[in-house]
Nanobody, 123 residues
């Protein structure tokens, strides 16, 4: 059973940056498409970013393009999300997603979920 544990969330001000990490265990990390989703209060789960097995392809949600960068370290079984120029609209619980099938933007394509880490951006 794959376990995903997020870290790096917190409270920041608009314009600040944060880096989220997701540590994976119990599976073949390098064989999975990995990604991040987020869920704001009262809203559905939203696709943020995904990355292919060997980092050759990345995908981003429209609202984060140009500000967020997804990366992975297969040797350390870790997924990252660098978030820059944060705005209050980025406030949400961020979930690490593993074993993503197609389409990567669809939450129902995700096989494994972390428990989430809260990011709060104040204006």
């Amino acid at each position: 059973q794959v376990q995903l544990v997020e870290s790096g969330g917190g409270w920041v001000q608009a314009g600040d940056s944060l880096r989220l990490s997701c540590a994976a265990s119990g599976g073949s990390f390098s064989s999975y498409i990995m990604g991040w989703f987020r869920q704001a209060p009262g809203k559905g789960r939203e696709f943020v970013a995904a990355i292919s097995r060997i980092e050759s392809n990345t995908f981003y949600g429209e609202s984060v393009k140009g500000r967020f960068t997804i990366s992975r370290d297969n040797a350390e079984n870790t997924l990252f999300l660098q978030m820059n120029s944060l705005t209050p609209e980025d406030t949400a619980v961020y979930y690490c997603a593993g074993g993503i099938l197609s389409p990567v933007q669809d939450p129902s394509s995700v096989r494994y979920w972390g428990k989430g880490t809260l990011v709060t951006v104040s204006s």
